[in-house]
């Protein structure tokens, strides 16, 4: 690698080279077994990081690209997977009808909003260190009903909608007396007003249209499985890593 070393870290190409890159033992991962609907696997997935004790397995990094088609991404919660053959997602649905998708919230007045608005294709990465798993999830987003985003805010904490009502989303801090002012506003505000939602608050749903599953194995091979929408289901095919 060409580049002068960052000062005091001229062994830091070393150090990360050294680091073993999957510190576990993960699972076996047997592709020739993976059922039709993606749906069914990542249930299967999710449900055994949440009771393996997983940190945090419903932290994503949600992807967008601006007008300029320039990238971005940011860590956030998911907060919902909805398929056609399971739960679906209550109230009225765009995109060809269908209800299936990964669930997120945000501010749509905020940088992520007005992104998906510019160029609503995005994609997700869920990745579970202690399972050497990761999921990688490409589609167009669209807003969920109003109840969905409703219920979503008054879901969160107190403390939580306080800060969600307070400022500006990624604009510059004012200063620490009037961040603690506004935020000290706002507290009051959710607290005399605990129905209140903002009407920027939006639920989104990422309708995939490919669902990668990646592991390696014990025998540190790494296994892929890609799916694939078709016009009325699922297709899926085995990945060189």
Known sequence: MSGEPVSGQQSLRLRLRSLDAF?????????????KNPYDLMATWLDGAISSGVSQPHAMVLSTVDGDGRPDARTLLLKDVTSDQRDRAPGSDSGAG???????????????????VENPAAALTLYWREQARQVRVRGQVFEGPREVSEADFRARSPQARAAALTGE????????????????????????????????WTAYRLQPEEIEFWQTTAAREQVRVRYSRT???????????
């Open 169 to 200: 989303q990624s604009k510059p801090l004012p200063g620490a007396d009037a961040v603690r002012r506004q935020l000290a506003a706002a507290q009051e505000f959710v607290a005399g007003n605990p129905l209140f939602v903002p009407r920027a």
């Open 98 to 116: 269908r209800t299936d998708g990964f669930w997120f919230a945000s501010m749509s007045d905020g940088p992520k909003g007005e992104q998906l």
């Open 231 to 241: 016009a009325s289901s699922w297709e899926h095919a085995s990945l060189w890593h």
């Open 23 to 35: 510190p576990i033992v993960p699972g076996d991962f047997d592709a020739a077994t993976v059922p």
